[in-house]
Every structure is written in C-alpha cells, then in structure tokens.
C-alpha cells in the first residue's frame, strides 16, 4: 500500500486526527501552552506531559491546578491526550476517572517507557516492561475508568542487549487489554535518549499491530523525519527534542513552510507568545523561573536565524544572563536586544 502523505487524516479508535505530526509527551515541558503552541503550528494531536495517576487520585492540589488545564483552543487543530503514569490498576481506574469527567481530553496516553530512576523504582515506567500482566491490568482499568480511547507510550526494550520485551508487551497491550494505540520508542529503557533507535524493529511492529503505531525517537528536522517515516511506515511520528523551542518544524514537514530557519522577527514573536502564555498560565513571578528552561532553545533559534553559531561569544553571554535573570520582563527585553542586534 502506498504511504499516506503526512498532511493525511487518519484515527485512533475512531478519534479523527487531522495529520500524522504530533507532539510527544514531555515532562516539565508540555503543558497547554507548549501544546498550543505545537497546535498552532500545525501539530495534529499532542499529548501531555506525564502526570501522576497517584497525585490525580489523592487529589494533589498542585497537580490539579497546574497539569489538569487543557483549553478549549487546543482542540482546534485536532485531539489531546493526556499521559497518565503509575503501576497501580485501582489508582489509575480512579484517576482515569477524574480526568475523563474533569478535564476536555480526547485520550489517555499510558506511560510505559520512562526509564528515570525515581519512576522505575516505583514500578511505574519502564518498569511496566517487565511486568506484563500489571502492565495489562493498568491499561484495562484506565479503559473501564475513563471509557476514552488508551494507548500505550513505550519502549522496544528494558535492557539494550536482553530480549525485546517492550516489543512484546505492546503486542499483549493491544490483545488483552484492548488498547487503541501504541507510542513506539525503539531505544531501549537503558540508553535513555543515546543512540540510534532501532527503526527496523518499529517497521516490524507496525507490520504486526492491528493498531496505529506512533513512531517516536531520532526525529529531529524534517530529514531525519521523513527517512524514518519511509522506512517505518507508522501511523504518525511523534517529535520530541526536535520540537523543543522549534515548533517551526512541525508546519515544514506538513509543507506549510520551507525547511528553513525562522526568521528573527518570527522568532520574537513566538518567544513573546510563549512569555505571554507562561505568564497566564502560571503567573508572571513562576513563569520567569520556569522559562528558564525554554531561553536557551530561543536563543539558538536566533542564532540560526542571524545565521551564527549559538556558541559565539555574545550568544553565550545572553545564554548566561538569561540563566540568571528570575524576572521575566527583563528576559524579554534581552531576547529583544540580542534580536535588533541580530536582524
Ligand atoms: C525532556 C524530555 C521529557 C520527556 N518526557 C516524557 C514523558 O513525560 N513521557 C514520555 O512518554 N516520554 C517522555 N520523553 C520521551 C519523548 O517523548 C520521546 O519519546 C523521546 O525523547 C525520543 O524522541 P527524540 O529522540 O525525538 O527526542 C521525554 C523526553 C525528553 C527529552
């Protein structure tokens, strides 16, 4: 069968999702604003970033306020998933619960590959790999819980030399539990993000699944993007890193713009845009600590758009007074000056 373009419709459990580029779950990052922004720029589904069912069970105030926001605006350019992780079935019953009858979201994504330790050692994540018949009862109960279409983010493997038990897990996921979907990530839970994922195993499982493969891992400009789509032959991809403070490339590989870096003035605006967000979100004295983590993404994009490298010595001075700067405002007006400097 001929490959769909990704600008092509296609569905999870008869949920319509208008393209096949999609935002991945990122901890810490994806919150609404970080979906909305993928959104706006052409993203065709995006998912949150993992929440804990435990936190959403027992009510965790934080959680609630902060993670559990989802827009109205999200869903215009298609659905929204959250992603639940935790190893308990009756606690993610419950907290599948809570999200389909508080919150607007479309799906509930499951996270079964995150290998950081303070997860695994609770069982959850990557640890799920090992455990099948847990991973398969949490699955059904966020079914039951939630009646929202799952599906399942995770790994080909725990170890990089052992068995490819993620592989096999997504299998039973999807003949036991009824999952909708898989999230394939062919790095195993050892590497972390080192390496090249292991795309000819992800084209097996898409070969093997009667469900929509997600492919996940390596996709990082639209090149690296579009051989792995060729070759693995998924459903959709899934960026992640590549995304990062580059919501650009999600409307190049749709062909809504060239391959090309943005433009300085294009660049202000959407830091502005994500300044302003973060702002309504969380408040302007949390948002100037939070975007800590965003400034550098920006100022890269900056200078790719002056066409010099990020590394040069005034690039790096910004990078440092950014780091030390709590005050929003006052980051803003650096990324401003370096902007009329750079154009
Ligand atoms: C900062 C960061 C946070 C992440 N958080 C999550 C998460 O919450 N849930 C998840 O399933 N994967 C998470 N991942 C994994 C990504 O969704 C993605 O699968 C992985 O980075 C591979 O894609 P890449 O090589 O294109 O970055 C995270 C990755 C990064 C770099």
């Known amino acids: 069968m001929s490959l769909p373009a990704l600008t092509d419709p296609w569905s999870i459990a008869g949920v319509r999702i208008p393209n096949r580029v999609t935002l991945a779950p990122l901890a810490g990052i994806g919150n609404w604003v970080v979906r909305l922004q993928a959104k706006r720029h052409g993203a065709g589904y995006a998912v949150s970033e993992m929440v804990s069912s435990f936190a959403i069970h027992y009510r965790n105030e934080k959680t609630l ?71 398969v ?66 084209a097996r499982l898409v070969e093997e699944l009667p ?44 062909g809504r713009r060239a391959d090309a870096p943005p433009a300085v003035a294009d660049v202000l605006a959407e830091f502005d845009w994500v300044l302003d967000r973060t702002i309504e979100h969380l408040g302007a004295e949390r948002a100037g600590r939070y975007l800590r983590k965003h400034y550098p993404w920006y100022v890269e994009r900056l200078a790719e758009a002056a066409g010099v490298s990020p590394t040069t010595a005034a690039y790096k001075q910004l990078q440092e007074s950014l780091q030390r700067s709590d005050d929003i405002e006052a980051a803003r007006a650096l990324l401003h000056e370096a902007a009329a400097v750079a154009a």
């Open 65 to 135: 306020r902060d993670l559990l926001t989802f827009k109205a605006e999200e869903h215009d350019g298609g659905p929204v998933a959250i992603q639940l992780f935790g190893q308990d079935p009756e606690v993610m019953r419950s907290a599948a619960a809570y999200v389909a009858e508080h919150t607007s979201v479309d799906i509930i994504d499951l996270n079964m590959g995150c290998p950081v330790p303070k997860v695994v050692k609770t069982g959850a994540g990557a640890a799920m790999l090992k455990d099948p018949e847990t991973a």
């Open 137 to 202: 009862a949490v699955a059904r109960a966020a079914k039951e819980g939630s009646g929202l279409p799952v599906t399942v983010k995770l790994r080909s493997a725990s170890r990089k030399d052992g068995e490819h038990d993620g592989y096999a897990l997504a299998a039973r996921l999807v003949e036991e539990a009824g999952v909708d979907a898989i999230g394939f990530h062919p790095r195993s839970a050892q590497v972390h993000h080192r390496g090249t994922p292991d795309y000819a195993l992800a």
């Open 211 to 254: 469900v929509p493969v997600v492919l996940t891992g390596g996709l990082h400009d639209v090149a690296s993007t579009l051989a792995a789509y060729e070759q693995v032959r998924p459903a959709a991809v899934m960026l992640a890193r590549g995304a990062l403070g580059n919501p650009w490339l999600f409307a190049s590989l749709l």
